[in-house]
């Protein structure tokens, strides 16, 4: 789905006519939005670290936000690292000399035309839809902005709900006793 299609999803949300100026200034809410909310709005990037000296300080990809995971050259998990510094320079420092792969989070970049591409998950897209009718009919019709407003809210909850149940490696699966 792109840009155009999700678009063609809003106005048939709100039932009105939506420039691609006003779509793309309140996609970028939505997705910054969403983006704060939850991790999984979040753009993941891997980086590899060869760490030859555990008294210096690597520096991380610019504009992470934060470190996701850390592991070790053997895929174990490692929690014995520092972070330093401020949203422009990032920098890690390890314990123990080894190679480690960091799994960093970043904002959504901002989409600029309708050409574009999308970088969010697809489960997300019903509540951006919703969110940006809402947006688009707020002064129109407050009560149906309010609704949509809820769904939105509602069906982005359950996306990052899906999204965790299908990406979390550790879950439970119950099974009955043995008789």
């Not at 123990?96 to 050409?115: C, G, H, I």
């Not at 970088?119 to 940006?132: H, L, M, V, W």
């Not at 902005?145 to 982005?156: F, K, W, Y």
Request: charged share 30%; aromatic share 12%; proline share 4%.
């Amino acid at each position: 789905m792109g840009l155009r299609d999700l678009l063609n999803k809003v106005i048939e949300y709100a039932q009105t006519p939506i420039s691609d100026r006003d779509f793309l200034h309140h996609y970028n809410d939505a997705i910054h939005d969403l983006a704060m909310l939850y991790d999984t709005a979040k753009v993941r990037r891997t980086q590899t670290i060869a760490c030859d000296d555990n008294t210096r300080w690597y520096p991380l990809t610019e504009g992470c936000l934060k470190i996701e995971r850390v592991l070790t050259s053997y895929g174990n998990y490692y929690s014995f690292y520092e972070v330093r510094g401020n949203d422009s320079k990032r920098e890690i420092k390890f314990a123990v000399m080894d190679t480690y792969t960091v799994y960093e989070l970043f904002n959504q970049p901002a989409v600029n035309s309708m050409n574009d591409d999308i970088t969010i998950d697809p489960a997300y897209f019903k509540a951006i839809a919703e969110y940006i009718a809402a947006k688009a009919i707020r002064k129109m019709d407050p009560d149906r902005s309010g609704e949509l407003m809820a769904n939105s809210v509602a069906d982005a909850e359950l996306a990052n709900r899906n999204i965790r149940r299908a990406n979390n490696p550790h879950r439970r699966v119950y099974a009955p006793r043995f008789r």
